[in-house]
C-alpha cells in the first residue's frame, strides 16, 4: 500500500502525518512550529531604514506577519519535496486555512504538487488524531 503524507498546518504550527495503509492509522513524522508567525506586526519590524532599490519604481508593501507566514510555507514546501525526492510518499493530502493553503500552493514545486490528491482549506492544527481521522476519512485509508 502507497505512503500518504498528510500536512495539517497553519502559519505557525505544521505537523506532518503518515497513512501506511487500512487499518494503520496516522503515525506524526515531523512537527514544525514557527513562533515569528504568532508575533504582533510591530514585534517584527525592525528600526532599520530600508536600502530600496532606488530606480523608483513601486513594490506594495506586505505585512511582516504575512511575510513570516510566506517563509514558512516555504519551509514545508521544502519539507514536502524533501520527502518526495526520497520516495518517502506517494500521495499527499495538505490541510490549511485558505489564506495559508495559498502560500503553500506557490510554494510546491510541480512534481510535489501533482501528488497533492486533496486539499482542506480548513485549520485542523489544534483537532485531536482521532476528530482529524474522522474529518478525512473521504480520503485516507484506515
Sequence with gaps: MA??????????????????????????????????????????????????????????????KEQAARSFAHQIAKELYAGRSRNEFERAILVAPPAFMGMLNSNLDGPTSQLVSDRFEKDYTKTSEPALVAHLSSCIFL
Excluded: F
Design 3 to 64: 505512503i500518504t503524507w498528510i500536512l495539517v498546518a497553519n502559519a505557525s504550527l505544521a505537523k506532518l502525518y503518515a497513512n501506511l495503509g487500512p487499518n494503520k492509522g496516522l503515525k506524526l513524522v515531523k512537527e514544525l512550529v514557527h513562533p515569528e508567525s504568532r508575533q504582533k506586526n510591530a514585534e517584527l519590524v525592525t528600526d532599520k531604514i530600508g536600502t530600496g532599490n532606488g530606480n523608483g519604481s513601486y513594490e506594495p508593501a506586505s505585512q511582516p
